[in-house]
T-cell receptor, first 116, second 111 residues
Framework: DTGVSQDPRHKITKRGQNVTFRCDPI?????LYWYRQTLGQGPEFLTY????????KSRLLSDRFSAERPKGSFSTLEIQRTEQGDSAMYLC??????????????FGPGTRLTVT | GQQVMQIPQYQHVQEGEDFTTYCNSSTTLSNIQWYKQRPGGHPVFLIQ???SGEVKKQKRLTFQFGEAKKNSSLHITATQTTDVGTYFC???????????WGLGTSLGVNP
């Protein structure tokens, strides 16, 4: 399967614990996006990378959230001191984009986080 | 801030009826993309429109991008149960690499 993969698919954690999610994009894609989606809502942008550089981070994202893409391939999203409001589906998407123009994003299956 | 509104939020149709969802942006977009998300699934890219007034067709789906590049529509002719899902529009504004997403239109089709 050469699509975007995410691990784990489901995560249940207790409030206050740290969690880390992994995303493996399509191999030739240079851009990687993280989104959060709750029921009945569209994807909410969290952050994105061009290769290994993190180019933008949502102002809505607290300091508890951090993302890395150390070698420009896979990425990790860490949430520290989880809160119940963090419960959501976390989606990763990748695309191949030159510096101008917009191109389709390919989404992974998501990681569903439940904070109890 | 930049916003993309979609209407309607929900629509249920009888199989065979037509369906249209509309997307309106508060700012001029450089492109508009449409995605479909099946229940329990993840968004899947359908199409991208770039030119003012552009119209593209995919079988029973017709996509339009407005002349002012601020609105778009998706029309499905003769809906089928396989069309069930939420349809999202998303666009880039200017040189901003971040997609601005609408809240989606959820389509239900009664067989």
């Amino acid at each position: 399967d050469t699509g975007v993969s995410q691990d784990p698919r489901h995560k249940i954690t207790k409030r206050g614990q740290n969690v880390t999610f992994r995303c493996d994009p399509i191999s030739e894609h240079n851009r990687l996006y993280w989104y959060r989606q709750t029921l009945g809502q569209g994807p909410e942008f969290l952050t994105y990378f061009q290769n290994e550089a993190q180019l933008e981070k949502s102002r809505l994202l607290s300091d508890r959230f951090s993302a890395e893409r150390p070698k420009g391939s896979f990425s990790t999203l860490e949430i520290q001191r989880t809160e119940q409001g963090d419960s959501a589906m976390y989606l990763c998407a990748s695309s191949y984009e030159p510096w101008t123009g917009g191109y389709e994003q390919y989404f992974g299956p998501g990681t569903r986080l439940t904070v109890t | 801030g930049q916003q993309v509104m979609q209407i309607p939020q929900y629509q249920h149709v009888q199989e065979g009826e037509d369906f249209t969802t509309y997307c309106n942006s508060s700012t001029t977009l450089s492109n508009i993309q449409w995605y479909k998300q099946r229940p329990g699934g993840h968004p899947v890219f359908l199409i991208q429109l770039v030119k003012s007034g552009e119209v593209k067709k995919q079988k029973r789906l017709t996509f339009q991008f407005g002349e002012a590049k601020k609105n778009s529509s998706l029309h499905i002719t003769a809906t089928q149960t396989t069309d069930v899902g939420t349809y999202f529009c998303a666009g880039n504004a200017g040189n901003n690499r971040k997609l601005i997403w609408g809240l989606g239109t959820s389509l239900g089709v009664n067989p």
